[in-house]
């Protein structure tokens, strides 16, 4: 609200990312490089609650200030298909030590892959630029069970004629 207040007149709020299936989880907390199921059940909460608070502020504002993105739900089709989008792993990172390279910042010292574009993660944590791109896709022309309650072509098409 404060944003609002400040003068925002649109903002992007970002949900959380597969939590549980990210390398460094694959390795800390999961089941035998199975998602960490704990992490996955508290970005499944986060989200439609992100969703149901921004309707609410709209609600309150009168307009659709607030549009929310599910990166959890996007991401997650990566993870559990990463062949249909052209990555050879969702568990492995490009960049990293240990199992999966889930351990530790990528340095010098890191395993690096030799394609990065195979991966859907490029350290333990971040997605890989072209996991990053198609989220992206889906951010900007993605339906409602990404997008709430549009994507931004559509708010950009609105703001265009006001």
């Known amino acids: 609200m404060k944003l609002y207040k400040l003068g925002a007149q649109r903002v992007l709020v970002k949900g959380t990312g597969p939590l549980g299936c990210v390398p460094v989880e694959l390795v800390t907390r999961g089941n035998n490089g199975g998602c960490s199921q704990e992490l996955q059940r508290a970005a499944s909460l986060c989200n439609p609650q992100l969703a149901q608070m921004i309707n609410e502020l709209n609600a309150v504002i009168g307009k659709d200030v607030f549009i929310s993105a599910n990166t959890q739900r996007m991401h997650n089709y990566l993870v559990s298909d990463p062949q249909a989008f052209g990555f050879t792993t969702s568990e492995t990172a490009c960049c990293g030590q240990g199992p999966y390279n ?55 098409a609105f703001d265009s004629i006001i």
């Open 102 to 156: 889930g351990l530790g910042l990528c340095t010098r010292l890191s395993n690096l892959c030799p394609n990065i574009d195979a991966y859907a993660f490029w350290d333990p944590f971040h997605p890989s630029e072209k996991a990053n791109r198609l989220i992206v896709e889906q951010i900007m022309t993605g339906s409602n069970q990404y997008m709430h309650p549009m994507n931004l072509s559509t708010i950009m």
